[in-house]
């Protein structure tokens, strides 16, 4: 059985949980937290499938806090069970929901990751292949933009796997100067056009300026 037939039947797994709470809700056999359970749970496995068939679903900022949020519960759930008398039905819920949501929790923590081309709009995928090709024939390029006493510069290079972004921003007489690195060359686009308003046309341009020369 390959990993991704594996994942799938995982996620086929989780789907039904969330069908069976609703079915337990109905015959009666829920509790107070079953439809807190089942709120958190549908969006849970959304977000499941979601990382399994590498597609962007919702907002990925939304991702890693829902995964925090499966491991808090789980955390206190366990604590109850251990510290406090429950009721065969509660116990049941409070020990699968547990048992089944710190799994959930590490897959969703990683589909929260931003570094990670599914993220990406299709300008940023298109720019992206652009400097990939940019950076194959010239080892660093830098990008400049100028605005009403701000100027941001960018200096972008390959360094092994990683792409680096050497960003550096001046206000007047004040200047920073900071560095990330990224997996994927569309997070350093959407990196370097957020924090230094640097547009892909920017690489363009100066690409252009550096082969006149």
Known sequence: MSLQRAYVLLAGLY???????IVAVFSGGGTPLAMVHLFF????????????LNRSVMNQRMWRPLAAV??????????IMLTMPVSGVVLTWMLTSSIFAMLLAILLYHYGNRDQPLWATEDERAAAQRLSAILEQQPTVTAVHRESGHENSVNVAKVGSEYQATVTRRYESKQETFERRFRHPETLIFFVEKFASVTPQDFLASRSATTAR
């Open 15 to 21: 789907s039904l949980l969330p069908v069976m709470g």
């Open 70 to 79: 499966f491991v808090v519960g789980s955390v206190i759930q366990l604590f």
């Open 41 to 52: 749970g549908v969006l849970g496995v959304v977000g499941l499938w979601g990382y399994i």
